[in-house]
């Protein structure tokens, strides 16, 4: 980054510092990851100064014959890795991949139900705060009291009650498989078009350690930047009689231009999930999520649903006498940074929630195993045990530096040796 260096030293400056805070600290933000060299090239790439309104064949400017042949290739590629029908692969990131999917369905005032947003859905799902939760009419489903767990005929119920144009699977915070089959039925009894928002485990489906819901929803959204490992970007998944409705919701609905380097960056890291290496890490991120709660479990900790399946779990710490902010906070302290999370029917405020939320794939990237994902579980337990020991935190950090050196993340390797 020499350029860079010269021309603009505070921001390279921050860049340089984020990427050790990166590689010298255990990362266990269940929504994040580290892209390879190859993803990162292709998003730091000259594509970024193309305009592309339109899709490949049908622009608005000239000079597209390269641009085409990238976009083409991702469309290409999210097809096969997730037999899908149609992809868009334009929405610039899940929020606006969402709201693009409500202005191809809905007028404004119309219903839409999904998981609610302190029982692990998200804010586009319908919450107050945000435009799904304020243009439409918002209708949520919780989880069980007794467990976690997300009961079908509650939300059958629901369903029938209030008849949505469209019903919502999919979520930010929930530790279990989604039952797609039974979201089908559900979405056929009251007419409603299902649509599942793939975001956190779209990684998991392309790497086959997780049902895939293709065959099942009328339309996915999915960010590509989490599980799936590729820039901040997504895509918008469908049957083929979508697929006008979708593209043109995207462009000229929601969006202008598409951001090329984006597209070239998410073609490279579906390449990527399209192989062995790639199935091996989703079995892992399975696996090392399983190992983590394994050990937190047998420290009491009270783990929502009592444990996981997918990449991701969620702890209510009010047996621990600690707040999650609290715990978060003295965690980063301690180089293991997570978020704290409402858990559901929390009691506490939304910024100070009685949870935390702790995610396996970023770990995995950098090859961490289940002896790895046990180690940090006798690490949180410590420091949460020891919040307002500063001593402990400097202690456990120093180790997880240490622990952190033996495993360079892909693309940080030139910061070891
Ligand atoms: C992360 C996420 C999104 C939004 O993605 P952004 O890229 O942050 O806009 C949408 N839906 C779900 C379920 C998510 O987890």
Known sequence: MKHLKEQDPEIYRCIQEEELRQHEKIRLIASENYVSAAVMEATGSVLTNKYSEGYPGKRYYEGQQLID???????????????????????????????????AFLKPGDTILGMALPHGGHLTHG????????????????????????????????A??????????????????????????????????????????????????????????????????????????????????????????????????????????????????????????AAQVVRNAKALAATLLERGYDLVTGGTDNHLMLIDLSNKGISGKTAAQALDAAGLVLNCNAVPFDTRKPFDPSGIRIGSAAVTSRGFKEAQMEQIGIWIDTVIQNSTNGAVQAQVAAEVKELCRSYPAPGLEHLVG
């Open 69 to 103: 042949q990238v976009e083409a290739l991702a469309i290409e590629r999210a097809k096969a890795v997730f037999g899908a029908e149609h992809v868009n692969v334009q929405p610039y990131s899940g929020s606006p991949a969402n709201l693009s999917v409500f202005l």
């Open 127 to 158: 919450a107050k705060v945000s435009i799904s939760g304020k243009y439409f009419h918002a209708e949520s489903y919780s989880l069980e009291r007794e467990g976690g767990q997300l009961n079908y005929d509650t939300l059958r119920e629901k």
């Open 160 to 281: 029938l009650a209030c008849r949505p144009k469209i019903l919502i699977a999919g979520y930010s915070a929930y530790p279990r498989i989604l039952d797609f089959a039974r979201f089908r039925a559900i979405a056929d009894e009251c007419g409603a078009l299902l649509l599942v928002d793939m975001a956190h485990f779209a990684g998991l489906v392309a790497g086959k350690a997780h049902p895939s819901p293709v065959p099942y929803a009328d339309i996915l959204t999915t960010t590509t930047h989490k599980t799936l490992r590729g820039p901040r970007g997504a895509m918008i998944l469908c049957k083929a009689e979508h697929a006008q409705a979708i593209d043109k919701a995207v462009f000229p609905g929601t969006q202008g231009g598409p951001h090329n380097h984006t597209t070239a960056a998410i073609a490279v890291a579906l390449k990527e999930a399209d192989s062995e290496a790639f199935k091996q890490y």
